[in-house]
């Protein structure tokens, strides 16, 4: 796993939509979802489980995804379960490809903004606009790019006062370290890999370098993730597993979460084909 152009799309959606999309749903390509075919549109209907009880659900709320034909994310929708959207974003592309901009509406919460990129071969410029009550405040990120694509440095700005600076080291491809400074503190993270090149650990390092806090995962043939461990260093571990439901296409159509064995939540996936 390495960041790369296609990745560098962060939605600021736990900030002013109260919710933060799982980890794949930040990336811009239909291959980094592990999905198979021609898709026009991914539909997720996600639903609390009341008491460990599979038929007794609650509706939380639905994500819609839709890619061009050449598997380009180009609209993300989160409807509330009256089916109210919540939170959109558009993202347009050059005829080459190269991510042109983002319009972000969180609809009612005060922080729609609208991001353009600037692709160049060595760094990536990002700039956002805020609209409602934080119109006028300029912020832009700086992508500063390896010989491969991969990103070594973002640095957030913030008017003329840099906020945040992440650095990233790879081996072989793969992701290895994350530094995450910014005026207040600063995070280390350290990554471990399969043999398959799977993330299967991400750890929070202390200044001493122990580690403070863990996550490791387990997959399924297919790469979907299996299980998910978490724990603060001699605190009792967390452990989430899923099990998966698939299509003759081999893309998973149900999802099932449980927590320390605890049925909690459930996903519905729609996929349509062009």
Not at 4 to 14: G, L, Q, S, W
Request: charged share 30%.
């Amino acid at each position: 796993m390495k960041l790369t152009v296609d990745k560098i799309i962060v939605t600021v959606c736990a900030v002013c939509c109260l919710h933060f999309p799982s980890g794949a749903q930040f990336e811009t390509k239909l291959s980094e979802l592990k999905v198979k075919g021609n898709v026009k549109e991914i539909q997720d209907t996600e639903y609390q489980v009341i008491d460990n009880n599979y038929l007794n659900l609650k509706e939380e709320r639905m994500v819609m995804l839709s890619f061009d034909k050449k598997g380009n994310k180009t609209e993300e929708k989160y409807l509330s379960p009256e089916k109210k959207i919540i939170y959109s974003s558009e993202i347009k592309y050059a005829t080459s490809g190269k991510l042109l901009e983002e319009t972000v509406n969180c609809f009612g919460f005060g922080k729609d903004f609208k991001k353009t990129y600037h692709v160049e071969s060595k760094k990536i410029t990002v700039h956002t606009v805020y609209e409602n009550e934080d119109a006028g405040v300029k912020h832009y990120s700086e992508y500063a790019l390896n010989p491969d694509g991969a990103v070594a440095k973002r640095t957030d700005w913030l008017g003329n006062d840099k906020i945040m600076e992440i650095k990233y080291t790879y081996s072989k491809g793969l992701l290895q370290t994350e530094t995450n400074q910014t005026a207040e503190n600063t995070l280390r993270f350290k990554y471990e890999y399969n043999k398959k090149g799977e993330p299967v650990k991400k750890s929070e390092m202390a200044t001493d370098g122990k580690i403070v806090y863990s996550v490791a995962y387990t997959y399924d043939s297919r790469g979907n993730v299996l299980s998910e461990t978490s724990s603060y260093t001699g605190e009792e571990k967390t452990v989430i597993t899923y099990k998966y439901v698939y299509d003759s296409k081999g893309n998973w159509t149900e999802k099932q979460e449980k927590m320390n064995n605890n049925l909690f939540s459930l996903t519905k996936r729609n996929i349509t084909y062009y």
